[in-house]
């Protein structure tokens, strides 16, 4: 077993634990490379759009970890560097300029390698995943990865948690949880706001179910966290519920939900049969083929790491109001810092309602597991008949993921 390094890092995707040092460097698919000779500090890049075949629709070439570097090979698949055939760096040469080395011991030097920043940005240099190949997040040289799941059945409000959660946590709502930055990362940026934030705050829409996709790991959404001077980069998913409630399509499609540091468990109160009983047509939703207590503790199960928190989260808590009138957990938080003893009050409040809605099993399941807190949040602030009205104004949705990252920092069981 070898010793950790500053350098151990985890691939969001197939979940892969590798050293920076052990990746190719490739230029983003998409792009090509004219002049390449990527040995170390021997290397002339220069950016070319992919006018030469990829905007005929022809494939990359296939790659290959273990491929030859020279100029030829580079310039066919993209491959920047190659540590299998990299040579001692000249830091003289243009190009490379900027190295990361580090001592294992008073007299061991171990081999150098290069820094994303050393390349040409203009060739959207990435990492490359030892194992399954994919191109990493561009940050990945200077932080680790930290993947938090939303989980829960098909159309329980995952994807307007997410959206809700994520926009204002970007806007600084989390800093009274002790997070100072929260920003997308450049992969991100752009697909959040033209999937989640303007439909969500700017159209006034509801976000509609999450189409089951066999390749949702390879779609992560990324954002840099600095959480009490510590940084990482916060990876999640926004994957169908479709391909969450059958176990060997979490296996096959979601592997990343078993590897997660933090858990968010949404919960759809339609699907409890006492508040079912109540609702209009209209408000219910498709007859799923899971109970969520069920979910909950084969998702518990199959967890890799161990004291991994967990907020089970009752999303459309704007469908309690008159089953729980006076629960505080139904009113948006009052501004000011928030205390362990609200949080405790609201984590009570949704037991006791779960209990009393017949959900005794999920409070159950959560108190063997040992590290879980109940929450309810309302992502759209009301009714989803009346956003197009009222606008979206979220209830609550900060603090399950608030109280995640803070317990993923300071290790609470």
């Not at 990482?232 to 540091?261: P, Q």
């Not at 063997?368 to 759209?380: D, E």
Request: overall charge negative; charged content about 25%; proline content about 7%.
């Amino acid at each position: 077993m070898r010793t950790r390094s500053t350098t151990d890092r985890e691939c969001p995707y197939c979940g892969h634990e590798f050293r920076l040092e052990e990746c190719c460097v490739v230029s983003k698919p998409g792009r090509r490379t004219r002049t390449v000779n990527a040995v170390h500090g021997q290397s002339v890049h220069q950016a070319a759009n992919s006018l030469d075949g990829a905007s005929r629709g022809e494939e990359e070439p296939a790659l290959s970890d273990s491929e030859p570097q020279n100029s030829t090979e580079a310039q066919q698949t993209g491959v920047l560097y190659n540590p299998a055939s990299a040579a001692p760096p000249d830091t003289k040469q243009a190009g490379l300029v900027k190295w990361l080395s580090w001592s294992s011991g008073p007299s061991t030097q171990m081999p150098t390698f290069p820094l994303l920043s050393s390349f040409d940005p203009a060739l959207l240099p990435r990492r490359r995943c030892p194992k399954c190949l994919e191109t990493l997040p561009v940050q990945i040289d200077d932080m680790p990865t930290r993947i938090v799941s939303i989980v829960g059945l098909n159309v329980a409000g995952k994807s307007n948690f997410l959206g809700a959660a994520m926009h204002l946590a970007r806007s600084g709502g989390l800093e009274e949880f002790g997070v100072t930055e929260f920003s997308a990362d450049p992969d991100t940026a752009t697909t959040f706001q033209a999937n989640y934030y303007l439909p969500l705050f700017r159209q006034g829409e509801e976000l509609k179910g999450t189409a089951k996709d066999w390749d949702v790991a390879r779609k992560p959404l990324s954002f840099s966290v600095t959480l009490d001077g510590s940084q990482f980069l916060l990876v999640t998913h926004d994957v169908s519920g479709e391909l969450l409630v059958d176990h060997d399509s979490r296996a096959i499609g979601a592997g990343f939900v078993r590897r997660s540091l933090g858990i968010v468990f949404i919960l759809d109160p339609t699907e409890f049969d006492d508040l079912r009983a109540t609702l209009p047509p209209e408000q219910l939703e498709v007859d799923r083929p899971i109970d969520q207590a069920e979910l909950l503790g084969q998702v518990l199960g199959e967890l890799t790491y161990r004291n991994v928190p967990v907020a089970i989260t009752i999303a459309k808590s704007d469908l309690l109001a008159k089953m729980c009138r006076g629960a505080s957990f139904l009113d948006d938080r009052t501004p000011g810092p928030v205390t362990t003893a609200q949080l405790q009050t609201v984590s009570d409040e949704v037991k006791d309602f779960l209990v009393s809605v017949g959900q005794k099993k999920i409070v159950d399941i959560a108190t063997a597991y040992g590290r879980c807190t109940f929450h309810a949040v309302s992502s759209l602030g009301t009714d989803k008949s009346h956003i197009a009205i009222r606008g979206v104004k979220p209830v609550r949705v900060l603090e399950p993921l608030g109280v995640v990252l803070r317990r993923m920092a300071s290790g609470l069981n």
